[in-house]
Structure formats: C-alpha cells, structure tokens
C-alpha cells in the first residue's frame, strides 16, 4: 500500500473501532449529542448556547442512518477521518509522502482525536474546519493570485464560524501571518482577500443578524459560566 492508502487504512479502523463498539454497548446518545437532537429538527439558525451547525449535521446523519445513537457516532468518526485527510495533504505539502503519513498517525495517537470524539460535538466538528483552513491557506501561500482559493478559504471559515465562535481565534491568527509574510502581503494588492471576507459576511450574515436579535445570548452563556463556580476565571482558561 503506498502511503496515502494507509492513511486510509488507519481512518476506516478508527471508524470501525470508535463506531462499532460505542454503538454495542450504548442504550442512550453521550449527552452532547441529546442536547443536539433537542435541536436539530428544527433547523435553527442560533441557539443560546453555540451555533448551530452541529445541530444540523445531527439532523442529518439521523436522517441517514435512522438511528439516533449510531448516526451522530458515524458522523463524528468521518468528521475524522476527513481530518486525517486534510493533515495528509498537507504534509503532503512540506515532506514526502512517508512522512507525510507518519505524521497523520502520530496526530491519531493524540487523546483529542480519540476517545473525546465519541461525543460528537462542536469541538469535534471544528477538527476537519482548522485542518482544512490551514490546508487552504498553506496553498494560497503557494498561489496568492488563486480567486478560487481565496473564495474556498472564505467559505471554509464561514462554516468554521458556524461550528465553534472560537474558529475566529484561528482567523485571526491566519490574517496577522498574512500581514507578516512577504508572499501574502502582496496578495493584499489583488482581489482575493477581500473577496474571501465579502464570502465570509455573505454567509455568517444570517447568523450575526440573529445574535443581534438575541442580544447575544451565546455570550451571556459564557459569561456566566465563566463567573460560576465550576469553570475556571477566563484567564487560567
């Protein structure tokens, strides 16, 4: 098998292993997923706890499967392995595909991409989103005059954004390497990233007119479990 095929290999055994046996011995969905299924036959565009695409995916893989144990498992096992492909890639970017490979399963040996993964959630929708970005942007790095790209990075984030609000810490991040970076501040002078944001408003829109409506409820959430006295002061965090 070359390299890429035993990345393969590694994704379908964990989905075998992290599905299979969870569903076994499972008479209820872990408790992140119950909260998701409160929401999710109901489409909503925010909810006064995180945004809503995980709701949705939940929805979906029900939808799927008609199982609502094994379908939120099975989504979180191919949320990643998408991930795994998208570190893959980007190795594949920087280093042959040997260790390329090496690299992904050393990854897959980390806790947060296995035993918290059961419990399908924003934390684990959010791991194929940051892998992706970064795989997008490590290619834009490469081709700064791509308005494709660009428009991919801008949809990406977008979703990302829906997924956890903590994406933006990787946006950030991502848009101070690109003021830093010789390549990318000429990529400034084009079209692209400035398209890139007009594609991330045009999609978050309808999310960012609801915490208005709400008055930002999500944040109120996080305020007050900051104060309580189960969650650590935002600082240690």
């Known amino acids: 098998l070359s390299p890429g095929q035993w990345v393969g290999v590694l994704a379908i055994v964990q989905i075998i292993a992290l599905v299979a046996l969870p569903y076994a011995f499972s ?12 929401w999710a036959p109901h489409w909503l565009i925010g ?40 570190i893959f890639l980007l190795g594949r970017l920087l280093m042959d595909s040997v260790r ?23 934390n684990t929708v959010q791991l194929p989103l940051w892998a992706g970005t970064i795989l997008i942007y490590a290619h834009i790095r490469r081709d700064p005059s791509s308005l494709l790209k660009f428009a991919l990075l801008g949809f ?3 979703v990302g954004l829906y997924a956890k609000y903590s994406f933006a810490l990787l946006m950030s991040v991502l848009l101070i390497a690109s003021l830093f970076e010789t390549p990318m ?6 079209r692209g990233p400035y398209f890139a944001f007009l594609v991330v408003i045009a999609l978050f829109t309808p999310h960012l007119i609801w915490l208005f409506k709400s008055n930002f409820e999500p944040f109120s959430y996080f305020v ?13 965090f």
């Open 100 to 122: 390329a490979a090496m690299g992904t399963a050393l990854i897959a040996a980390s806790f947060y991409f296995t035993v918290p993964t059961i419990e399908f959630n924003h």
């Open 27 to 38: 008479s209820a969905p872990p408790l992140d997923v119950v909260e998701g299924l409160v």
């Open 185 to 190: 501040r000429r990529a400034w002078l084009s």
């Open 156 to 158: 990406i984030c977008a």
């Open 224 to 236: 007050a479990r900051a104060d309580s006295t189960s969650a650590s002061s935002p600082l240690k």
């Open 47 to 86: 909810t006064y706890k995180h945004p809503p695409l995980p709701s949705w995916i939940i929805e979906l893989s029900v939808i799927a499967t008609r199982d609502v144990i094994l379908g939120p498992y099975l989504a979180s096992q191919l949320a990643i392995a998408l991930t795994y492909f998208f």
